[in-house]
């Protein structure tokens, strides 16, 4: 979609500049329409828009998309990618617009829907990271068993070379090869009525659907991944090795790795919460700055896309005392991001109005931050970024800092008043 510098490169009507499910063109509310029209035509001569034009031309919901997005006439018009927060490319983010334009078209068929879907939750699955990888390949064919090398032209023997019995394929190796049934039979879980199937994906998606299964002993359970894995092992040992592992030996095998590698993961796990409990311990409340140093909290309250927002900022110094605070509602905007990046304009502009030339801002919005310490990595709101800094550039010295949403709550319970108690009307207190 178009990003708006300076709108001479973009046609209102012809280009994609607005953005819902999928970039679009805007909706015209005129029943005729000036096709050259250019989106310049929309800016004024202050280098905002004209919003009294945006509403003659456009529906309430397409003026709050593009006014969330101030245009930069010092910049050309340029293309971003539309389907990340800050508007580069990613090959997650280009995979996920070809899966849903796919499923839209009705392109994939339900089976292949099915599978992807089984082997999305195979990285939910509470497993080491190679195991996690192992079913993946299991589900997609591509385990070095006879059928997958037949396939890929190798010209080898087709049948089990453990059991004879079976052309040797994915679901066959673990499953219902002789030595996959001796585990399955001697693990303490239920193995379908009828047998396993010689399907891999249903088999895969019964024995992994026993792990929610409450009322089954939970040592034996959550050691499933594991036992698959086991399989895998034991069966490239008979044949690679000739090692013949006795099945309570495999089963042993997985409870034991299951157990170790659970009891690491939930230590590191409580590890990781004590550092983040005390991390955020240090922050909890606000702190005062340094000796001689302005301290400014802020913060925008934003619902939705369709209501008023509200924005407040404080002002304190070393000594906890407040200079001057601040709220004013604005306009709708497309989202949280655009909103607080504008709150963070607007306080600027007001601190530099009150002749306050340095000063540390905190904000709890961390896509805001790292959008002004990585400007160029978040093309989608460079127009409100190169005001921002523009500003900065005026003032001097001002610096940027992550608060928690407790160290924050001044600021926040002012702009939520706004929002939730309908005070609209703005006010600058010293």
């Given at each position: 979609?178009?990003?708006?510098?300076?709108?001479?490169?973009?046609?209102?009507?012809?280009?994609?500049?607005?953005?819902?499910?999928?970039?679009?063109?805007?909706?015209?509310?005129?029943?005729?329409?000036?096709?050259n029209?250019?989106?310049?035509?929309?800016?004024?001569s202050?280098?905002?828009w004209?919003?009294?034009r945006l509403?003659?031309?456009?529906?309430?919901?397409d003026v709050?998309q593009?006014?969330?997005?101030?245009?930069?006439?010092?910049?050309?018009?340029?293309f971003?990618?539309?389907?990340?927060?800050d508007?580069?490319?990613?090959?997650?983010?280009?995979?996920?617009?070809?899966?849903?334009?796919?499923?839209?078209?009705?392109?994939?068929p339900?089976?292949?829907?099915?599978?992807?879907?089984?082997?999305?939750?195979i990285w939910s699955?509470?497993?080491?990271?190679?195991?996690?990888?192992?079913?993946?390949?299991?589900?997609?064919?591509a385990?070095?068993?006879?059928?997958?090398?037949?396939?890929?032209?190798?010209?080898i023997?087709?049948m089990?070379?453990?059991?004879?019995?079976?052309e040797?394929?994915?679901?066959?190796?673990l499953?219902?090869?002789s030595?996959?049934?001796?585990?399955?039979?001697?693990?303490?879980v239920?193995?379908?009525?009828?047998?396993?199937?010689?399907?891999?994906?249903q088999?895969?998606e019964?024995?992994?659907g026993?792990?929610g299964?409450?009322?089954?002993?939970?040592?034996?359970?959550?050691?499933i991944p594991w036992?698959?894995?086991?399989?895998?092992?034991a069966?490239?040992?008979?044949?690679?090795?000739?090692?013949?592992?006795?099945?309570?030996f495999v089963i042993?095998?997985?409870?034991e790795?299951?157990?170790e590698?659970?009891?690491?993961?939930?230590?590191?796990?409580?590890?990781?919460?004590w550092?983040?409990r005390?991390?955020?311990?240090?922050?909890?409340?606000w702190?005062?700055?340094?000796?001689g140093?302005?301290?400014?909290n802020?913060?925008?309250?934003?619902i939705n896309?369709?209501?008023?927002?509200?924005?407040?900022?404080?002002?304190?110094?070393?000594?906890?005392?407040a200079?001057?605070h601040?709220?004013?509602?604005?306009?709708?905007?497309?989202?949280?991001?655009a909103?607080?990046?504008h709150?963070?304009?607007?306080?600027?502009?007001?601190?530099?109005?009150?002749h306050?030339?340095s000063?540390?801002?905190w904000?709890?919005?961390a896509?805001?931050?790292?959008?002004?310490?990585?400007?160029?990595e978040?093309?989608?709101?460079?127009?409100?970024?190169?005001?921002i800094?523009q500003?900065?550039?005026?003032?001097g010295?001002?610096?940027?800092?992550?608060?928690?949403?407790?160290?924050?709550?001044?600021a926040?319970?002012?702009?939520?008043?706004?929002?939730?108690?309908g005070?609209?009307?703005?006010?600058?207190?010293?």
């Amino acid at each position: 979609m178009k990003s708006i510098g300076d709108g001479e490169d973009t046609s209102i009507w012809a280009d994609k500049w607005i953005k819902d499910d999928f970039p679009r063109r805007p909706i015209n509310k005129e029943l005729m329409m000036d096709l050259n029209l250019r989106v310049s035509s929309l800016i004024t001569s202050q280098g905002g828009w004209n919003l009294n034009r945006l509403k003659e031309l456009f529906p309430p919901c397409d003026v709050t998309q593009i006014s969330s997005f101030p245009p930069v006439p010092t910049l050309k018009d340029r293309f971003v990618w539309a389907y990340t927060k800050d508007g580069r490319y990613s090959v997650k983010s280009g995979n996920w617009v070809l899966g849903r334009e796919a499923t839209a078209m009705e392109l994939v068929p339900e089976n292949i829907q099915s599978l992807n879907k089984l082997k999305e939750t195979i990285w939910s699955i509470i497993t080491a990271p190679k195991i996690k990888l192992f079913l993946w390949r299991a589900l997609s064919g591509a385990l070095a068993v006879a059928e997958c090398l037949r396939n890929h032209g190798l010209n080898i023997q087709p049948m089990c070379a453990i059991c004879n019995r079976g052309e040797e394929t994915v679901s066959h190796v673990l499953f219902t090869c002789s030595m996959a049934a001796k585990v399955w039979s001697g693990f303490n879980v239920p193995v379908p009525s009828q047998g396993f199937s010689n399907s891999v994906s249903q088999n895969l998606e019964y024995v992994l659907g026993l792990i929610g299964k409450t009322e089954l002993d939970p040592r034996f359970r959550s050691a499933i991944p594991w036992l698959l894995w086991e399989i895998w092992k034991a069966r490239n040992s008979v044949l690679y090795s000739a090692r013949n592992p006795d099945h309570h030996f495999v089963i042993a095998t997985a409870l034991e790795e299951a157990e170790e590698w659970l009891q690491q993961n939930q230590q590191i796990s409580q590890e990781r919460e004590w550092d983040s409990r005390n991390r955020s311990r240090v922050h909890r409340f606000w702190t005062k700055p340094a000796i001689g140093v302005l301290k400014c909290n802020l913060h925008s309250s934003w619902i939705n896309e369709d209501s008023f927002c509200g924005g407040a900022w404080i002002i304190r110094t070393h000594t906890g005392d407040a200079l001057f605070h601040a709220r004013d509602a604005f306009l709708p905007f497309f989202n949280r991001i655009a909103a607080e990046l504008h709150c963070i304009l607007w306080t600027l502009q007001s601190l530099h109005d009150l002749h306050i030339s340095s000063c540390e801002v905190w904000t709890d919005c961390a896509a805001a931050i790292s959008g002004l310490e990585n400007p160029h990595e978040w093309p989608k709101y460079r127009s409100i970024l190169g005001r921002i800094l523009q500003v900065v550039r005026v003032m001097g010295e001002v610096s940027f800092k992550l608060s928690s949403p407790k160290a924050n709550s001044l600021a926040r319970e002012i702009a939520c008043s706004v929002t939730r108690d309908g005070r609209l009307t703005s006010y600058l207190a010293l």
